[in-house]
């Protein structure tokens, strides 16, 4: 069974949504929830996280005890990017906060 999940402003009674395209055909099962409008996003670096904001970053020896594992090889790109600076979680919770959704 395969789905999708559209975000869209409704405009009027007929819509038009090209996502729709590959269940042209078949029975499908619709279901419209009207999303809460706030004029700013409940967003908290906590939200952002997942509760782990406070989490220490790893050490250096850490992380290249799991770059040198071939268990994690298909993470050693990511792994390699790693940097203090790498990620600017402020920036995308304000961000975040800011947009209309």
């Given at each position: 069974m395969n789905?999708?999940?559209?975000?869209?402003?409704v405009n009027?009674?007929?819509l038009h949504l090209p996502?729709?395209?590959?269940?042209?055909?078949?029975?499908?099962?619709?279901?419209?929830?009207?999303?809460?409008?706030?004029?700013?996003a409940i967003?908290?670096?906590?939200?952002?996280?997942g509760g782990r904001?406070?989490?220490?970053?790893?050490?250096a020896a850490e992380l290249q005890a799991l770059r040198s594992d071939d268990r994690?090889?298909?993470?050693?790109?990511f792994l390699d990017s790693l940097s203090p600076d790498?990620?600017?979680?402020?920036a995308i919770?304000?961000?975040r906060a800011e947009s209309p959704t």
């Open positions: 789905s999708i999940h559209i975000h869209t402003m009027s009674d007929t996502e729709l395209q590959p269940f042209i055909g078949k029975s499908v099962e619709i279901f419209v929830l009207e999303t809460p409008t706030t004029s700013a967003e908290s670096l906590e939200t952002f996280l904001a406070n989490r220490p970053q790893m050490e994690f090889a298909r993470f050693w790109p790498a990620l600017d979680v402020d919770v304000k961000w």
